[in-house]
T-cell receptor, first 112, second 113 residues
Framework: DAKTTQPNSMESNEEEPVHLPCNHS???????IHWYRQLPSQGPEYVIH???SNVNNRMASLAIAEDRKSSTLILHRATLRDAAVYYC?????????????FGAGTRLTVKP | ETGVTQTPRHLVMGMTNKKSLKCEQH?????MYWYKQSAKKPLELMFV???????ENNSVPSRFSPECPNSSHLFLHLHTLQPEDSALYLC????????????FGEGSRLTVL
């Protein structure tokens, strides 16, 4: 079973910021938080990951709560091409068992 | 282009057929994964190979048989499947089981008649 929970769907207007939340209350100290997205008719693609500190890359920002039990993926200016299902997953650096499980994700709709 | 190539992209087979799905990665990665994505369901992790050794089998029925002859190639052999096995089968790779993001192929869409 997935160790993360996300809202089923969210909507955003084009050119506006989007904050996609993820809860992972049972996260362990060796779990990295990874985000992927799946565009229609494609396999998932990597977006960003982090451990404790907030992270930025060209695609998005990742804000991690101080207790690490939740995180938020931030798309600074949503475009129509950002419409996708966004997945938050945990990846254990020890390479053991129950990580790498995808949940249902959040389906993001971007309105023009 | 993610560097992970899956063939065939579409496959239709009867319940008595034997077929195989192929995955190839050109990224120099050492871990490879099979995921199943059924309609209306999340991605399900099926198998994990790390340095050619199977490290996880997520309670997958024996009618699915994986093979990893080297770190660049991963196969999923299919035999006596059921209609409910119809799904998108996704292959992914990463640096190794512990590190690196996953790179996914575009998937093989399987229909079992």
């Amino acid at each position: 079973d997935a160790k993360t929970t996300q809202p089923n769907s969210m909507e955003s207007n084009e050119e506006e910021p989007v904050h996609l939340p993820c809860n992972h209350s049972t996260i362990s100290g060796t779990d990295y938080i990874h985000w992927y997205r799946q565009l229609p008719s494609q396999g998932p693609e990597y977006v960003i990951h982090g451990l404790t500190s907030n992270v930025n890359n060209r695609m998005a920002s990742l804000a991690i709560a101080e207790d690490r039990k939740s995180s938020t993926l931030i798309l600074h200016r949503a475009t129509l091409r950002d419409a996708a299902v966004y997945y938050c997953i945990l990846r254990d650096v020890r390479g053991v068992g129950n990580d790498m499980r995808f949940g249902a994700g959040t389906r993001l709709t971007v309105k023009p | 282009e993610t560097g992970v190539t899956q063939t065939p992209r579409h496959l239709v087979m009867g319940m008595t057929n034997k077929k195989s799905l192929k995955c190839e990665q050109h990224l120099g990665h050492n871990a490879m994964y099979w995921y199943k994505q059924s309609a209306k369901k999340p991605l399900e992790l099926m198998f994990v190979y790390n340095f050619k050794e199977q490290t996880e089998n997520n309670s997958v029925p024996s009618r699915f048989s994986p093979e990893c002859p080297n770190s660049s190639h991963l196969f999923l052999h299919l035999h006596t499947l059921q209609p409910e096995d119809s799904a998108l089968y996704l292959c992914a790779s990463s640096q190794d089981r512990r590190t690196g993001e996953l790179f996914f192929g575009e998937g093989s869409r399987l229909t079992v008649l």
